[in-house]
């Protein structure tokens, strides 16, 4: 009795001494703020190697039947996916079933170039093949069914943007067509692959690929953000595929990282390969948050996501959201500050000016710059000043200040100068200067 006594004090001590320590309190205000002032929808969950040791869902899974978000809700994870993907590849790479200089051309030889472009080129978006999803009509096809022949003509019909290997530039395309040479290979569906190679050697309990969101299955609509939430676009999962068309939860997201980081999903050759970065790309991931961590981003309909590995300490932070106004990348931050105890300041949000509808007429017109093609068109509906961007959907802004208002999902501000008929646009550390036209 006396040594089982010993031996529990001794792993006390142990994982005493390997758990990172943080201020929970402050990690919980962080998200009680952000669902206070409905500045956000999701989940988060922070894994030290294998173990969760902080988890927090709020808002809404579900708004109009009133279903809060808990830690069992799911997700569509986006471009995540493409992890998955990636590493149900190396592993054909690994059985010899595949490898990285392989054409394209041995499965679909109809697309462009396809006997130029390689495996490893896919993998790292280096083919040349234009990106699907910024089609013109994407947004009048993505919630319609499409089979996989319709998918292929419209690669077909989009052409490349660069010959294979001139330069990395993202395209959905790639993945899309290297989920489905696995199921050229396995002879089976990409969610049956899906399966057998990763979710049962992880376990994972709420990881598959998607279909039509079924809430009553704890799967989150998503949505978007004007006055108030609005349901938003709802793809049909045949179109994204490997690319994006995966769900799951920010706990599942956390094993299936720790398991392909530490070796148990590929060989290190290939997992070494994974981790390479050209052009700012690896393979299935990329560098995030100043080159500190290895993971992806993701985004569908409404919901956005980002699962990073932190290899210095091995801690794994995803989070995964169904309703987004505070920017994804500004929440997983000041998450990451909290968790290694780094200076940060909790956001205040102070409520908008209150302006009346003719208030907003001295800053209505289109503006434009003689540098830049982009014009903006700025309106109004009742008391809300409205933007829109050429080729561009519009968006709400918020007045915070006199003349100054704001568009916090993409971290967009605008300053009128009325009297001299300008506006100032700020974005990021960009700044341009716009003139209103005549």
């Not at 969101?213 to 994204?240: C, F, G, Q, R």
Request: with cysteine; glycine share 6%; hydrophobic share 35%.
């Amino acid at each position: 009795m006396k040594k089982i006594a010993i031996t529990l004090v001794i792993f006390l001590l142990t994982f005493g001494i390997n758990a990172q320590t943080f201020d929970k309190a402050k990690m919980d205000s962080l998200f009680k703020i952000i669902e206070s002032n409905e500045k956000g929808m999701g989940s988060i969950s922070i894994f030290k190697n294998e173990n969760e040791i902080y988890q927090n869902s709020f808002g809404f899974a579900d708004i109009e039947n009133k279903i809060h978000s808990t830690e069992k809700t799911k997700y569509r994870i986006g471009s995540v996916s493409k992890t998955f993907t990636a590493t149900i590849i190396m592993q054909l790479i690994d059985e010899k079933k595949l490898n990285l200089d392989t054409k394209l051309a041995d499965f679909y030889p109809e697309i462009p170039n396809s006997n130029e472009i390689t495996i490893e080129q896919l993998l790292r978006h280096r083919s040349g093949l234009y990106n699907f999803t910024n089609s013109e009509d994407y947004q009048n096809r993505m919630e319609k069914p499409h089979s996989k022949s319709e998918v292929i003509k419209i690669f077909i019909e989009n052409g490349t943007v660069f010959n294979p290997d001139e330069k990395a530039k993202y395209s959905n395309t790639n993945y899309v067509l290297l989920s489905y040479i696995t199921e050229k290979i396995e002879q089976k569906e990409f969610s049956e692959i899906l399966n057998k190679r990763i979710i049962e050697p992880c376990s994972l309990k709420n990881t598959y690929y998607g279909g039509k969101i079924n809430t009553a299955e704890n799967e989150a609509l998503s949505y978007t953000k004007t006055y108030s939430w609005n349901l938003s676009t709802e793809t049909d999962m045949s179109v994204p595929a490997g690319a994006g068309g995966i769900v799951s939860n920010p706990a599942d997201l956390n094993i299936f990282y720790y398991h392909l980081f530490t070796g148990k999903l590929v060989s290190d050759n290939s997992l070494q390969e994974m981790k390479k970065i050209v052009d700012g790309y690896g393979i299935g991931m990329f560098q995030l948050f100043h080159q500190k961590a290895y993971g992806h981003t993701g985004g569908i309909d409404g919901f956005q996501s980002t699962a990073s590995y932190f290899p210095k300490d091995s801690t794994l932070i995803t989070y995964i959201s169904n309703g987004v106004v505070l920017p994804k990348r500004e929440i997983t931050v000041g998450t990451i500050k909290i968790y290694y105890n780094e200076e940060y300041t909790l956001p205040e949000f102070k409520p908008g000016l209150k302006l009346k509808s003719k208030d907003l007429d001295k800053y209505l017109g289109v503006y434009s710059s003689s540098t830049n093609p982009l014009k903006i068109t700025i309106s109004k509906d009742s008391t809300v000043l409205i933007a829109q961007a050429s080729g561009q959907s519009s968006f709400p802004l918020e007045a915070y200040e006199l003349h100054k208002f704001k568009f916090e999902q993409a971290m967009l501000k605008l300053e009128f100068i009325p009297e001299e008929n300008k506006m100032i646009l700020k974005q990021g550390e960009g700044e341009f200067e716009l003139v209103r036209e005549e």
